[in-house]
């Protein structure tokens, strides 16, 4: 079904492609660092959402989607942007004494979900990435499958991993003279997000 060297081959890269903080891991951090690592996972939850349906899309060769609809994916991505920085800001000038709300569950889904979704340059990663460990001498679609599940599962386990850290180390900030550093760390990572889903490009 799958060549064993590409398939090992995928598996590595996938693994140092994803370990490399993106928009995604500075989300998800960030969410952690906030709240908890039960809110980092389920950021996770939303990304992997998002990775699964972007996955499908690739592995179907979806392209004229992708041009319809690339207009679309810019507006969705800048209001993205925007409301990350806000966030962000939110964090960074809030006072210790503060009383936060923890944000609903759905609130934190939905937050990983459009991150991961409207980053143009995921998708197109995904078109390009994927058929690099296709075996031309065997069926591409079981190989297509696998290797996106494959992926999905190695970016649902790492996410997940930054995630417990950054809540384990919330427990080190959680004291009130450092209540301050944690919500301004928390702020940088969600201002790091907007800026990496800004500086995404739509490549030909």
């Not at 993205?80 to 923890?102: D, I």
Request: glycine share 8%; hydrophobic share 55%.
């Amino acid at each position: 079904m799958v060549d064993s060297e590409l398939y090992l081959a995928f598996v590595l890269a996938t693994i140092v492609l994803i370990v490399l903080p993106g928009p995604n891991v500075t989300l998800i951090v960030a969410n952690s660092l906030a709240t908890g690592a039960r809110a980092g996972l389920l950021t996770v939850a939303g990304t992997s959402c998002a990775t699964a349906l972007l996955l499908a899309v690739a592995a179907l060769g979806m392209t004229t989607l992708i041009a319809v609809m690339a207009d679309w994916f810019t507006w969705l991505r800048w209001a993205g942007v925007a409301y990350l920085l806000y966030l962000g800001l939110q964090q960074w000038r809030r006072l210790p004494s503060a009383a936060q709300t923890p944000p609903g569950r759905q609130r934190l889904f939905w937050q990983g979900f459009l991150v991961s979704a409207t980053n143009p340059k995921t998708l197109l990663f995904y078109v390009a990435f994927l058929p690099q460990f296709v075996d031309p001498g065997l069926a591409p679609g079981p190989q297509l499958t696998v290797l996106s599940l494959t992926f999905l599962v190695i970016a649902t386990v790492i996410d997940g991993a930054y995630g417990l850290l950054a809540g384990h180390l919330r427990g080190a900030l959680a004291d009130a003279r450092r209540t301050r550093l944690r919500q301004r760390i928390s702020g940088s990572f969600l201002i790091a997000a907007a800026l990496g889903l800004a500086l995404a490009r739509r490549t030909s």
